[in-house]
C-alpha cells in the first residue's frame, strides 16, 4: 500500500466501505486508517477483507461479511458496526460490478446483478446508516464512474447504474443537508485495481489513454482514494452534491482526438 499522511483527521471517527476488499475500496481503507479512523470494510469474501485489514498493522480495520445487494444482510452488517462501535461517521459506497454487453447482447440476469449491486446497494446500505449519520452530522461518500458523466462503449448497465448513483447523491444532498449530513460523489476513470488489470494490458486501450487523458496515464487506488477522505473529512465542510472526476482529465475533453 502506498504511504499515506497521518495527521489523526479521522480520529475517534468510524467509516463503513463497502467493496473494501480490493481495488479503490482497500485504498480509501488504508487512507482512513492512516488518518485514525476505525474502519469497517464490507464484502462477500472473508478473505479477501482479511488481507486489507492486516496490511496495515496496529490500525483497526475489520472485516464485516455482507452482500450490499442483499438489503436485510446490509441492513444488518452497518448497524452491528454502529452498535459496536457507538458511532458511524462516515459511509463509502464503493462496492460495484461489471457485466459488460450491449443491450441486445446482456441477459437479464446480468442486468438485475449491476443493477443491484452498484444502485440498490447505495440505497440499502444509505438507508440503513442515515440513523447514525444524522446523530453526528456525518457523511456519505459515493464511488461513482465517469460512465456516470458519460456513456461507455458495450457498457449500458453499468452505465446507467453508475448514472443514477450520480443523481441519487446530488438527491440525498438535498434531502439531508438540513440535518448536517453532506452526501458526495467521485467519478474515477481508468483505475489501476485488479478488475481492471486485463484492460489495462490491452496495448489499443493504452494507446487511448495516452489520446483520451489529459494527464496520460491511468490512476492509482490511493489517489481516487485522497478524494473520498478529502470530501469526508471537514475540509469539505461546505461541500454537498458534489460530482467530482478523477480520472486525469478524462471528462475535460470534447470528445475529439487528440491531434497534436
Known amino acids: 500500500m502506498d504511504k499515506t499522511p497521518t495527521d489523526g483527521r479521522f480520529r475517534g471517527k468510524v467509516v463503513v466501505i463497502t467493496g473494501g476488499g480490493e481495488g479503490i475500496g482497500a485504498a480509501a481503507a488504508d487512507r482512513f486508517a492512516a488518518e ?3 474502519v469497517a470494510i464490507v464484502g462477500r469474501t472473508k478473505a479477501k477483507l482479511d488481507r486489507v485489514a492486516a496490511q496495515r498493522q496496529g490500525s483497526t480495520i475489520e472485516s464485516v461479511v455482507a452482500d450490499v445487494s442483499d438489503e436485510e444482510e446490509i441492513s444488518r452488517a ?3 458496526v454502529a452498535i459496536r462501535h457507538g458511532r458511524l461517521d462516515t459511509l463509502v459506497n464503493n ?17 438485475r446483478t449491476v443493477m443491484a449491486t452498484n444502485l440498490d446497494g447505495v440505497f440499502f446500505a444509505s438507508r440503513a446508516a442515515l440513523p447514525h449519520l444524522r446523530a453526528v452530522r456525518g457523511s456519505i461518500v459515493n464511488v461513482g464512474s465517469v460512465a456516470a458523466l458519460g456513456g461507455e462503449w458495450g457498457m449500458p448497465a453499468y452505465s446507467a447504474s453508475k448514472a443514477a448513483v450520480g443523481n441519487l447523491t446530488r438527491t440525498m444532498a438535498l434531502d439531508y443537508g438540513s440535518d448536517g ?13 485488479e478488475q481492471q488489470a486485463a484492460l489495462l494490458d490491452n496495448d489499443v486501450v493504452r494507446d487511448g489513454i495516452r489520446n483520451r487523458v489529459a494527464l496520460g496515464r491511468a490512476g492509482q487506488p490511493s489517489e481516487v482514494a485522497a478524494v473520498v477522505a478529502f470530501l469526508a473529512s471537514d475540509d469539505a465542510s461546505l461541500v454537498t452534491g458534489a460530482q467530482i472526476p478523477a480520472d486525469g482529465g478524462t471528462s475535460a475533453t470534447s470528445g475529439n482526438p487528440h491531434l497534436g
Open 181 to 193: 449530513i453532506r452526501v458526495n460523489a467521485v467519478h474515477p476513470g481508468v483505475t489501476h485495481t
Open 78 to 80: 452497518i448497524e452491528a
Open 95 to 111: 462496492a460495484a460490478t461489471y457485466g459488460p454487453g450491449p443491450i441486445d447482447q446482456i441477459d437479464s440476469a446480468t442486468w
Open 36 to 38: 485514525g479512523a476505525t
